[in-house]
């Protein structure tokens, strides 16, 4: 299986099929593991096509798991299969986790960062996202829109996004603020720390370690909800080759499980913003 996964992603062309492979690699998951696993759709994008998904185990806690929010960061896809595979085969105890391995499937197919709004629009997608320190109206996306109502419905305690690249295990906060403290530091340290065991990723605060950037899911889904929230950032390049692809998968498969079965089991209870935005921070900002 982990062969066929990496073949999936060495140079595809830019192709309308590209995420139709991707479907079928969930598919066969599923199917090879009937007990654990069981495909579904989260919702549907801008051109009406369904953002699929597995969802593995049967526990009361609901933890998520999504990639590939920028369409040409296909480590992050190749990482999400990796992990449900490892997953299905052995379900983490108590937990019911939903992997999204695309997200921006437009994108994708593309092979390209922004995900199509319209014919002639496009957005980057994890930039959308209702934030404390974004002004402007909500989700131009309709993916992203039913990510933030999915994760509401399902009551998610426990997430995580996977990116690449740049070699980094973070938490919030990541907005435009030198308000950068949270109530839970010291516990998301802890969850960093274990996150990355095997990579030996940088770990910290969001914006102290990346950049600033309003309009991310994993800023939302802490601020909204007060899920425990962190964003992995993969590898070394948005071009991996074969070894550095199974790289990505062994070395962050892990980390992913830890993570989920450290992170507490019940939503943050501090979770608002209360610091001083500054628009005048320096912001890796991609727009439409």
Wanted: charged share 15%; proline share 6%; hydrophobic share 35%.
């Amino acid at each position: 299986m982990l062969e066929t996964i990496l073949s999936l992603f060495l140079m595809q062309a830019p192709s309308a099929s590209n995420y139709e492979k991707v479907v079928q690699q969930i598919e066969q998951i599923a199917a090879q593991n009937p007990a654990n696993a069981e495909v579904f759709t989260m919702g549907i994008n801008n051109q009406g096509q369904p953002i699929k998904g597995l969802k593995i185990g049967n526990g009361a806690i609901n933890s998520l798991v999504v990639g590939t929010h920028h369409g040409n960061e296909y480590g992050s896809t190749a990482v999400a299969l990796g992990f449900a595979q490892s997953l299905a085969q052995a379900p983490i105890v108590g937990q019911t986790v939903y992997i999204v391995p695309v997200l921006n499937i437009s994108g994708y197919n593309r092979k390209d960062r922004f995900e199509s709004s319209t014919s002639s629009q496009v957005v980057d997608a994890n930039r959308d996202y209702p934030s404390p320190c974004k002004a402007g109206p909500n989700f131009k996306l309709k993916s992203t829109e039913a990510l933030a109502k999915f994760v509401d419905e399902k009551n998610i305690i426990i997430s995580a996004t996977l990116h690449t690249y740049w070699p980094a295990v973070v938490y919030p906060w990541g907005i435009s603020t030198t308000d950068l403290t949270t109530p839970y530091d010291n516990q998301y340290k802890e969850l960093v720390r274990l996150a990355t065991v095997e990579s030996r990723y940088q770990t910290g605060n969001n914006t102290d370690v990346l950049y600033p950037a309003d309009g991310t899911f994993e800023d939302y889904a802490y601020w909204k909800h007060g899920i425990w929230s962190l964003l992995f950032e993969l590898g070394f390049t948005h071009n991996p080759d074969a070894q550095a692809i199974k790289n990505m998968i062994d070395v962050n498969t892990p980390g992913l499980r830890r993570f989920l079965e450290n992170a507490p089991t019940q939503r943050v209870a501090e979770h608002n913003f209360s610091g001083r935005c500054n628009a005048r921070m320096p912001q890796r900002v991609i727009l439409e």
